[in-house]
């Protein structure tokens, strides 16, 4: 895990996203550096000086500035069909074959998504209930839904792992006032537990 991926905006300013890769983030908001110093400690650098602080006093004040979203930049690409990988004349698996992405703004409002495109082109519009799969990354979040469509999306302006948070909430409580339970991951695909077992 990336230290972006625990710290999606800036827990001192609130700037989203922060910038930076492995154990290392920058805010382009405040200036603020954050490295990793050990499992629990990271060494904070800005206007105050360079001290190190517990992980867990800055993700409090990430839960304090809260990780909702609304809108936001995105690049959309659609996949169209899957492409084999392979290695060492075998099959490892299969990859999504994805064209030119389109510009645009994303909106969750509600249970659903809608993607607008820059230029001309109708409004889209994403049923959260239809969603199968939901997985982020560093960089982007790719969506699955029931009907076979795979979204990749890639943000201008705010941290994927915002919107992958914001996304499995909506669905969680989408889900439970529908009946059909508490969500235990969603992915390879969304599931919940099986009480079967039990």
């Known amino acids: 895990m990336s230290l972006i991926d625990l710290l999606p905006l800036c827990p001192l300013c609130g700037h989203d996203p922060l910038q930076g890769s492995g154990a290392r983030a920058h805010c382009s908001g405040c200036n603020a550096s954050f490295d990793v110093a050990s499992r ?3 060494r904070v650098r800005d206007r105050e000086g360079d001290r190190l602080v517990e992980a867990a006093d800055l993700l409090d004040r990430l839960d304090e500035r809260g990780l909702d979203v609304q809108e936001s930049g995105v690049t959309l690409a659609r996949a169209e069909g899957e492409a ?36 001309e082109g109708a409004v889209e519009v994403f ?58 991951e969603f992915q390879p695909w969304i599931r919940i537990p099986d009480r079967r077992a039990e």
Request: net charge negative; aromatic share 8%.
């Open 127 to 184: 049923r959260l209930e239809a969603l199968r799969a939901l997985q982020g990354a560093s960089s982007s979040l790719q969506l699955s839904f029931v009907d076979g469509t795979v979204l990749l999306l890639r943000f201008a302006d705010a941290s994927p792992r915002r919107w992958e948070v914001a996304l499995q909430e909506a669905v969680r409580a989408l889900w439970q006032s529908k009946g059909r339970g508490l969500i235990e």
């Open 40 to 42: 629990a400690r990271i």
């Open 84 to 119: 084999p990988v392979h290695f060492g004349g075998q099959v490892l698996g299969f990859r999504e074959i994805l064209p030119e992405a389109v510009e645009g703004t994303l909106r969750l409002d509600g249970e659903e998504l809608f993607f607008e495109p820059a230029a």
